[in-house]
C-alpha cells in the first residue's frame, strides 16, 4: 500500500476531486493532509482545522487530516490544538517555524509541544532552511520531550538532509520525512538510520504536479527488501498516526 504522508489540499479548490483521482490512479490509498497555507497569523482562529477536518470528512478511510495552530497564541494554541483532536478527530499536528514566525526550542512553542507529546500524536515539522527550525532545533526539542513523535518533513532538505540524518541519530523520537531532498540524502538515510525511520511523502498538490512519481520513483530505485519498502511506503506512518492497514 502507498500511504502519502504529505500533502496540501486547498479546500475550496474546485479541481481538488481531479487530484485526488490522479494519486490514486498512482496507487496512492492513504494520504496525510496538512492544510492550504502557513502564516504568522494564519491559525489564529479554528476555522481552518474546522475546515480540513470538514474536508477530509469526505474521505474516510483515505483522507487523515492534520492541524495546525500559531504558537504566538500561548494558552489559546494549546486549547486549539486539544480541541483539534479530541473533537475534531484530527491526527497529527504540523508546524512550520519559518512561514509562521516562530522558533521551534522558543517557549511558545514549547508549551503546544508538550501538549502534543501528552496527547500521544506526532508532530510534522518542516525542518529545512529556516533558521527558526534546523534540525539540531529540532534534536534540542526531542531530547527535553523524550516522548514526542518528531516527524521532520523535507528531512533538512537540499541543503540540511545531512544534519538531519544527525538529528535522528541523537534521538529515536526523530522520524525523516523524506520529500524534496535529494536522492542521495535518502539513500544515506535509509542506510544509516534503517527503513524504520523514514517515510514517504510528497507534498502533492503543492509541489510540482509529477512530485508523486519523483517521490516513488526515489523510494522504489532503494537497494532494500520489499519489506523495508513497505515500512517507508506506508506502514511507519499509519503507525504514527494508529492507522490499521
Ligand atoms: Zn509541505
Given at each position: 500500500?502507498?500511504?502519502?504522508?504529505?500533502?496540501?489540499?486547498?479546500?475550496?479548490?474546485?479541481?481538488?476531486?481531479?487530484?485526488?483521482?490522479?494519486?490514486?490512479?498512482?496507487?496512492?490509498?492513504?494520504?496525510?493532509?496538512?492544510?492550504?497555507?502557513?502564516?504568522?497569523?494564519?491559525?489564529?482562529?479554528?476555522?481552518?482545522?474546522?475546515?480540513?477536518?470538514?474536508?477530509?470528512?469526505?474521505?474516510?478511510?483515505?483522507?487523515?487530516?492534520?492541524?495546525?495552530?500559531?504558537?504566538?497564541?500561548?494558552?489559546?494554541?494549546?486549547?486549539?490544538?486539544?480541541?483539534?483532536?479530541?473533537?475534531?478527530?484530527?491526527?497529527?499536528?504540523?508546524?512550520?517555524?519559518?512561514?509562521?514566525?516562530?522558533?521551534?526550542?522558543?517557549?511558545?512553542?514549547?508549551?503546544?509541544?508538550?501538549?502534543?507529546?501528552?496527547?500521544?500524536?506526532?508532530?510534522?515539522?518542516?525542518?529545512?532552511?529556516?533558521?527558526?527550525?534546523?534540525?539540531?532545533?529540532?534534536?534540542?526539542?526531542?531530547?527535553?520531550?523524550?516522548?514526542?513523535?518528531?516527524?521532520?518533513?523535507?528531512a533538512g532538505s537540499a541543503?540540511y538532509w545531512a544534519?538531519a540524518i544527525?538529528?535522528?541519530?541523537?534521538?529515536?523520537?526523530?522520524?525523516?520525512?523524506?520529500?524534496?531532498n535529494p536522492?542521495?540524502g535518502?539513500?544515506?538515510?535509509?542506510?544509516?538510520?534503517?527503513?524504520?525511520?523514514?517515510?514517504?511523502?510528497?507534498?502533492?498538490?503543492?509541489?510540482?504536479?509529477?512530485?508523486?512519481?519523483?517521490?516513488?520513483?526515489?523510494?522504489?530505485?532503494?537497494?532494500?527488501?520489499?519489506?523495508?519498502?513497505?515500512?517507508?511506503?506506508?506502514?511507519?506512518?499509519?503507525?504514527?498516526?494508529?492507522?490499521?492497514?
Amino acid at each position: 500500500m502507498i500511504f502519502d504522508a504529505h500533502t496540501h489540499w486547498d479546500f475550496q479548490h474546485e479541481r481538488n476531486e481531479e487530484g485526488i483521482r490522479y494519486a490514486q490512479s498512482l496507487g496512492v490509498e492513504k494520504i496525510v493532509a496538512f492544510g492550504p497555507g502557513f502564516g504568522p497569523n494564519s491559525h489564529n482562529s479554528r476555522q481552518p482545522n474546522e475546515d480540513l477536518a470538514t474536508f477530509a470528512e469526505k474521505y474516510p478511510g483515505f483522507m487523515y487530516p492534520v492541524a495546525t495552530v500559531s504558537p504566538a497564541m500561548g494558552s489559546e494554541a494549546v486549547e486549539n490544538l486539544r480541541w483539534a483532536i479530541t473533537e475534531k478527530h484530527m491526527v497529527g499536528l504540523k508546524l512550520a517555524p519559518g512561514a509562521q514566525a516562530f522558533r521551534l526550542a522558543g517557549d511558545d512553542a514549547m508549551a503546544v509541544l508538550e501538549e502534543a507529546q501528552s496527547l500521544d500524536i506526532p508532530v510534522f515539522v518542516c525542518a529545512s532552511t529556516s533558521a527558526h527550525s534546523t534540525p539540531s532545533s529540532a534534536a534540542l526539542v526531542a531530547r527535553n520531550l523524550p516522548r514526542l513523535k518528531l516527524v521532520l518533513t523535507h528531512a533538512g532538505s537540499a541543503n540540511y538532509w545531512a544534519d538531519a540524518i544527525r538529528a535522528a541519530k541523537r534521538c529515536d523520537n526523530i522520524t525523516l520525512l523524506s520529500c524534496g531532498n535529494p536522492l542521495a540524502g535518502m539513500r544515506r538515510m535509509v542506510k544509516e538510520l534503517g527503513a524504520e525511520r523514514v517515510i514517504f511523502g510528497s507534498d502533492f498538490p503543492c509541489a510540482y504536479p509529477y512530485a508523486i512519481n519523483y517521490e516513488l520513483a526515489k523510494v522504489n530505485s532503494l537497494d532494500i527488501s520489499e519489506a523495508e519498502r513497505e515500512r517507508i511506503l506506508c506502514k511507519n506512518i499509519a503507525e504514527l498516526i494508529n492507522v490499521e492497514v
